[in-house]
């Protein structure tokens, strides 16, 4: 067994303080891309949600440009939020609250094992031990890192466990792939039934293109088909505010929605209701829906009917907004709460002194054009079958987490 510590064995630099950017720095487009902790996934690093700066600004920190297979971790904010460098095909420098990580002994480490014990509970445990206060944020710094030494096995046994968990990471990320074409086949259907109004007519014909009545409606200032009305997420028949009631629970894991990224859940801490009494209302039931109210979270959750493992394991928090819907009209409220247009008129409504958001009183002003009972069974008939399959897939990506995480300390 060899030791290596991160903070001394390797090579590891973050954006010096002088060096930081103001938002105002920041291009609309440039060669030059910019990597914020918001572009830091599961794991990788999504390339579409960077930024970008001046040549000038990328050159005057050569120590943290970017190279192929390095390892970022957030040291702002969310700490611990690890990002592997693959498929760079641009210039890319970090913002300040992100440390680069450098493979400068590959004699000694194999990158794939250590990306794989940075993403661990035991990475995670040492943040938790080590973290800081800042005035307003907590921070990581640079000195916490020269702390974590571990015991590492040798190189060819390194290799051989990085094989095995990399093909767990690759299963998630191949089912997280399902999960996307689920949920654009999903997106794809109601654009095409309730954004252009082209759902089946009784001939199985296209409603609108095939001159189905439309009639105009002054609250949403456009036409809709004859017969369809329109409400709000509050004041609707088809879902109510779920945050009614209290029901005494022995033990659950506490669901932030920072630990909701896309496709995959990550366990918070263990709570009880004798010491989080406050969240005992933020039970999850079957068939509802439920959004982040904080601007600019796009933080989803729809729990259909096959979600008795996730109910009786989490609680949620407060910072989410529960709608309960019937069997028939969950799809439709998923793909209104998941839609563009949706977080749109969310982040313009949003308000708050320090953190941003929206209530009950401002949903009301988010309107929505609702169908007849036959096309929103018929819509249900189509669309919850994949949703209930995106959830079962949910269920395996956790399961295959916590393989991975039970086998790496023994590996």
Request: charged share 25%.
């Amino acid at each position: 067994m060899n030791k290596l510590n991160i903070g001394k064995d390797l090579y590891l630099k973050g954006r010096i303080g002088w060096q930081g950017l103001s938002k105002d720095e920041y291009l609309e487009i440039s060669e030059y891309k910019i990597i914020n902790a918001t572009s830091l996934m599961d794991g990788y690093v999504d390339w579409s949600n960077c930024g970008y700066i001046t040549k000038e600004r990328y050159e005057e920190a050569k120590e943290i440009q970017l190279q192929e297979n390095d390892i970022l971790i957030s040291k702002d904010g969310t700490l611990g939020k690890i990002g592997y460098v693959k498929n760079l095909t641009t210039s890319c420098s970090v913002a300040s609250g992100i440390f680069v990580l450098r493979n400068t002994k590959p004699s000694l480490i194999n990158f794939d094992y250590l990306y794989h014990v940075l993403k661990s509970p035991i990475f995670k445990d040492f943040i938790k031990r080590n973290k800081a206060l800042g005035s307003t944020i907590l921070h990581l710094y640079q000195r916490d890192l020269e702390n974590f030494e571990m015991d590492i096995p040798d190189l060819a046994n390194q290799t051989k466990i990085a094989k095995v968990l990399n093909l767990l990471d690759s299963k998630i990320t191949n089912n997280n792939k399902i999960n996307a074409e689920l949920e654009s086949m999903a997106k794809t259907l109601y654009d095409y039934w309730f954004l252009q109004f082209d759902f089946q007519n009784e001939n199985g014909k296209p409603y609108k293109s095939s001159g189905g009545k439309m009639v105009w409606n002054d609250e949403l200032k456009r036409e809709i088909p004859e017969g369809w009305k329109v409400e709000n997420l509050m004041d609707s028949k088809l879902c109510k505010d779920i945050k009614a009631g209290v029901d005494y629970f022995d033990s659950k894991n506490y669901l932030p929605t920072a630990n909701i990224d896309g496709e995959n859940i990550t366990d918070g801490e263990n709570i009880t209701y004798d010491n989080r009494e406050n969240r005992a209302n933020m039970q999850p039931i079957k068939y509802s829906v439920w959004f982040a109210k904080m601007k600019n979270s796009i933080k989803h959750l729809t729990i259909p009917n096959n979600s008795d493992w996730f109910i009786k394991k989490y609680i949620l928090s407060t910072g989410f907004q529960g709608l309960k819907c019937s069997v028939d009209s969950l799809s439709f409220i998923h793909c209104i709460v998941n839609s563009v247009w949706f977080e749109n008129y969310k982040d313009v409504l949003s308000h708050g002194a320090t953190q941003e958001g929206v209530n009950n009183k401002d949903l009301k002003n988010i309107k929505f054009a609702v169908p007849t009972n036959n096309v929103l069974k018929r819509f249900s008939n189509i669309v919850l079958p994949l949703l209930e399959r995106k959830f079962s897939i949910i269920k395996e990506n956790q399961e295959l987490t916590s393989l991975r995480d039970f086998l790496l300390p023994l590996l």
